[in-house]
């Protein structure tokens, strides 16, 4: 029986076959999912994947860690650095106190540059959220989750640690403390207000349907998450006359 690692790469080899696609490109940002995606695309086309680098207002650090992990897969990058864009349209655009507004920006304008490339290159855009983020709705619509593929889409957060061990992604990308990169000093587990591994526990018992042993306050705040968000997993909703 193939491993899930053989059957991911096959996966997306078929995908792009499927849709006459010479590739994939990604978006790097440093953190073990983009890892993971980018170690995945590399086996799946070693001559026709690419790495977007796409800093917007970015720490260096996480910059540095895509690189890094580009340089150990061989893997070719592109860096197209979004902070005068971003900037651009926030001085177009009406202001607002909503931070939510101008964060999500970021990967609405990292969505529409890997796009382009796919489109220059004859590529599938793969996206890197996992099933974790998706059924909370934990990422921006049109941005992060605007993609061709999900090859983590059935992955929850806990279990990409040891995917990308196997992947052969370095400890310290696989250690480091997750974020979107919204803002500075923004990290996930803190916007969300449950750990990853809580969070995949309440989950995985909503689907058993047996939350007997879940803490209320935190199964009542997923589940009014999932329902929140369900406009985000479903394709657009058209009248039906």
């Known amino acids: 029986m193939k491993s899930t690692i053989e059957r991911i790469v096959v996966w997306l080899k078929e995908q792009a076959q499927k849709a006459e696609k010479k590739g994939l490109v990604l978006g790097l940002s440093g953190g073990v999912d983009s890892a993971c995606v980018a170690a995945l695309a590399k086996r799946a086309f070693p001559d026709n994947s690419l790495g977007l680098i796409m800093p917007c207002e970015e720490s260096s650090a996480d910059v540095e860690m895509a690189i890094k992990l ?22 177009i655009l009406p202001s607002t106190e909503n931070k939510i507004s101008k964060a999500n920006l970021k990967p609405r304008l990292r969505m529409l540059t890997l796009y ?3 489109n220059s290159y004859e590529y599938l855009v793969v996206g890197t959220s996992n099933k974790t983020e998706i059924t909370i709705g934990y990422c921006t619509k049109y941005g ?52 990853y591994p809580e969070l995949d526990k309440i989950i995985k018992a909503i ?28 394709l657009i909703p058209a009248f039906q006359r």
């Open 144 to 195: 992060d989750s605007g993609a061709d593929l999900l090859p983590l889409g059935e992955f929850y957060k806990t279990e990409l640690k040891e995917l990308a061990e196997k992947l052969g992604v370095p400890n310290e990308i696989i250690l480091r403390k997750p974020s979107a990169g919204l803002w500075a000093g923004q990290f996930d587990e803190d916007e969300i207000g449950i750990s």
């Open 116 to 118: 382009y490339f796919a």
């Open 207 to 234: 689907e058993d349907v047996n939350t007997s042993g879940i803490d209320k306050p935190k199964l009542d705040k997923v589940m009014k998450m999932i329902e929140n968000s369900g406009h985000k997993r479903q």
């Open 70 to 91: 580009a340089d150990k897969l061989n893997l070719p990058t592109k860096k197209v650095v979004l902070d005068r864009p971003y900037k651009s349209l926030l001085e």
